[in-house]
């Protein structure tokens, strides 16, 4: 098999795109798709600021690595779950990127320091699943750092298989509110509430594996404890199982539905409007909120009555 650019030896065949290349070809593939979706979706430009978050997974710090190499300005942040043995072996890939990552910045924010308990504890002094839980938290802090640190953008890892899995999931439940929120960039509706964007929406897990590997980024290999399991993990199966069978499909599902939602999603400065009239300040942190006091705050109340008792 032979590079479809160069003709020299490849080391990956694409399938989907009915294409090998070697490994110059295929790093400068994914900067391509990579920079294609930064400007198709207008997600950021040269001069601004960029926070990503990273995991220690193969697809952020593949991002990271990416709009670095692209000459963006990206610095990262990292949420320590505090999950014995998983958390330090991912904060410790994250720690030995981002030392490679001359003249950027790693914000750390440890669950466990900062909120008293690791994600396992907390969700069960909370009777929450783990998973939800961590949402809200991850959600928050990623959203607060971003704004409190003055970042333009938040930049997440969400590869192909993500974005073609959640839509699988929204579609086969009708999540209709998730459905109109589900795109590759998401404006900040208000002040208080960060942009968001997920540049790897193009490429799959398997590319971005690939990246990784042939770039020399030591990443931690295995998933979250908590994932196992889930029913992410069981849409993705059955959407490798039709790749493997029809090479494509995962693309023209995911991109076909970007395509159709278009005309049909209310406009930014509609979902702005509608923000606005809907939003507010929590009353203990200030974060946006539609209650008197924000999900985080009313968690993080929770889980102290709880262990009090
Ligand atoms: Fe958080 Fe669950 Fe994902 Fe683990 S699997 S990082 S607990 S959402
Ligand atoms: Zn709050």
Known sequence: MNCTKCKTKAVIGLPRHNAAFCKTCF?????????????????????QRILVAVSGGKDSLALWDILLKLGYRADALYVDLGI??????????????????VGTTLHVHAVQREE?????ELAMLIHRPTCSACGTIKRYQFNRAAIEHEYDVMATGHNLDDEAARLLGNVLHWQEEYLEKQGPS?????????KKVKPLYRLTE??????????????????????????????????????????????KFYCGFLDRQAPNTPSHDSMAERDRATLHPCATCGQPTTAEICSYCKMMARAKTASAR
């Not at 790093?27 to 430009?45: C, N, P, S, T």
Request: with cysteine; charged share 30%.
């Open 27 to 47: 790093l400068g593939y994914v900067h391509d798709q990579v920079a294609k979706a930064i400007k198709h979706d207008r997600m950021f430009e040269k001069d």
């Open 84 to 101: 014995p043995g998983y958390s330090s072996r991912s904060r410790e890939k994250v720690t030995r990127y981002a030392q490679t990552a």
């Open 116 to 120: 008293g308990a690791g994600i396992r």
């Open 186 to 194: 998401l404006p900040a509706s208000l002040d208080g509430f960060a």
């Open 206 to 251: 398997r590319e971005t594996a690939a990246y990784a590997v042939l770039s020399g980024i030591d990443y931690v290999v295995e998933e979250c404890p908590m994932a196992k399991g889930s029913k992410m993990l069981l849409y993705k199966e059955v959407l490798n199982r039709l790749e493997t069978e029809s090479p494509g499909t995962k693309q």
